[in-house]
């Protein structure tokens, strides 16, 4: 089941360019919100080189584009959807705000540079072409993303404090006895 999802995923981030909100028809939940995670990562990554290389605007580019992007799913929303499709769009707003709320902080704090904390701190998704491996870094940590099954959570908030959340957990010094909450296979890349 890993190898097909890894591959689904893979096929996702391929396929991210076509029209977002259709693609997000195209796969399952678990796929989207990967292969969104990673062009966000991307994104943002790409507004940093933008500015280092004179485009003083970038980031505030980038934060309209954002908010362009939450009212088109908005809207969406709105129509008529099964009930899984109508799920998948919500938690995929629901990240999106938050990396949304990120931008405007960025925006507000002239965080224009990839170094600073305010980006090493949050999760950040790279589809790395070696080892072909999705990876997840967030400051010094870097973790295989497992491809694991994970359903549609309907009820996810993400909060200032869940970032801490993340944010200490992986920080902790890799080692054979990972805290419980971990899954086992995320100790593979640490």
């Known amino acids: 089941m890993r190898r097909t999802n890894k591959r689904l995923t893979k096929e996702a981030i391929f396929r991210y360019c076509e029209d977002r909100i259709d693609w997000m028809l195209l796969f399952q939940g678990m796929m989207v919100l990967a292969a969104n995670q990673v062009w966000w990562t991307w994104e943002v990554e790409d507004v940093f080189r933008k500015v280092k290389m004179g485009e003083k605007q970038a980031m505030k580019f980038y934060a309209k584009k954002m908010h362009r992007q ?31 709320d990120i931008i405007d902080v960025f925006v507000r704090d002239s965080i224009l540079q990839a170094q600073e904390f305010e980006w090493e701190s949050q999760l950040r998704f790279y589809w790395e072409r070696e080892p072909d491996e999705l990876m997840v870094r967030q400051c010094t940590g870097a973790f295989c993303y497992g491809y694991e099954y994970m359903g549609l959570n309907g009820r996810l ?34």
């Open 70 to 100: 939450i009212d088109d799913l908005v809207t969406r929303i709105t129509m008529p959807l099964s009930k899984n499709d109508r799920k998948k769009y919500n938690t995929v707003l629901i990240i999106d705000v938050h990396a949304r």
């Open 157 to 190: 908030v993400i909060t200032p404090l869940t970032d801490r959340i993340y944010l200490t957990l992986t920080q902790v010094p890799p080692s054979r006895k990972q805290p419980r909450i971990w899954p086992k296979h995320w100790a593979c890349c640490a």
